[in-house]
């Protein structure tokens, strides 16, 4: 089966840098993606990563390591704007599907 | 305005009675796909389509069907709705494959009594 871990909650302060692990071990991998969800919207796409190493994005940056089966979102300067839930997701390469972990939910505070 | 359009936001409805959930791309995207994302699960594929007639089935089918009989539309319909089915349903639509951004739909918030 696929098996995608994040933290379920976060809390990081306005100004701070916060990381966001997320861990994969899944039967297939074609890429790896970022989106960014604010209670009650849709998701809304962030970043993708398909080779090892770091995406720089503004103030938003992922990184991946293939071999370790690991990925982590690195939000700057952080905003209270911020404060949404973080989703994991891997393209497996099987028949086009996407896999989404349960998300980490970041609360940014004064 | 590049957009997914789903129908409608809310609905409550009872068991057994059959339902449509519309969705529409105006992005000329090939694929699409239907999310339900439920407390402590997160956002689980339910199906596919890769192109107009070529449907295929996510993690979590059992209890509903797609058509796409249109590029840009793509409904999820269920037949005999239950109230395990209380969930919120995302429609999305990419350019190419699951390995290029997804552009999602504001959401569906169903409710099965």
């Known amino acids: 089966g696929q098996n995608i871990d994040q933290p379920t909650e976060m809390t990081a302060t306005e100004g701070a840098i916060v990381q966001i692990n997320c861990t994969y071990q899944t039967s297939g991998f074609n890429g790896l993606f970022w989106y960014q969800q604010h209670a009650g919207e849709a998701p809304t796409f962030l970043s993708y990563n398909v080779l090892d190493g770091l995406e720089e994005k503004g103030r938003f940056s992922s990184f991946l390591s293939r071999s370790k089966g690991y990925s982590y979102l690195l939000l700057k300067e952080l905003q209270m704007k911020d404060s949404a839930s973080y989703l994991c997701?891997?393209?497996?390469?099987?028949?086009?599907?996407?896999?989404f972990g349960t998300g980490t939910r970041l609360q940014v505070t004064l | 305005e590049a957009q997914v359009t789903q129908n409608p936001r809310y609905l409550i409805t009872v068991t057994g009675k059959k339902l449509t959930v519309t969705c529409s791309q105006n992005?000329?995207?090939?694929?699409m796909s239907w999310y339900r994302q439920d407390p402590g699960l997160g956002l689980r594929q339910i199906y596919y389509s890769m192109n107009v007639e070529v449907t295929d089935k996510g993690d979590v089918p059992e209890g509903y069907k797609v058509s796409r009989k249109e590029k840009r539309n793509f409904p999820l319909i269920l037949e005999s709705p239950s109230p395990n089915q209380t969930s919120l349903y995302f429609c999305?639509?990419?350019?190419?494959?699951?390995?290029?951004?997804?552009?999602f739909g504001q959401g569906t918030r169903l409710t099965v009594v």
């Open positions: 999305a639509s990419n350019e190419g494959g699951a390995d290029t951004e997804a552009f």
């Open positions: 992005m000329n995207h090939e694929y």
């Open positions: 997701a891997v393209d497996t390469g099987t028949a086009s599907k996407l896999t």
